[in-house]
């Protein structure tokens, strides 16, 4: 059986705005992140939070963008979840979509960028 690719999606976030967001609490983290997710941003600290969330914000745009759906009613940010494999390359998953999440997060010291391709 081949493999086809479903969609792909890009999305990019300043840096600077999720600073902004990290330094007001918890509270969008906890919304934005699954438990898992949240379980590791707890760890963190200064510049890594900042990239950590803005990242898995971002790949969760991606993945809207992907599947065509937008985050919205059909696909909320509890249902993308990333997370590390054990050399630190990032594994997405979704109760929303049967098949391969190839995805990958780049940052510098302006932006977060994120792109899913998505594999049936």
Known sequence: MSKLI???????????????????????????LTPNEFAQYQKMSGKRKVEYL???????????????????????????ETLWDEIGHPITTSTK??????SSITHDTHEIVTLVVLEK
């Open 6 to 32: 479903y969609g792909v999606g890009i999305d990019a976030v300043e840096v600077e705005r999720v600073a902004k967001i990290v330094a007001k609490g918890d509270g969008f983290a906890k919304k934005a």
């Open 54 to 80: 803005g990242g898995r914000f971002s790949i969760k745009e991606s993945f809207s963008k992907a599947m065509g759906t937008g985050l919205g009613k059909d696909l909320g940010l509890q249902d993308v």
């Open 97 to 102: 979509f049967e098949g391969k999440i190839w």
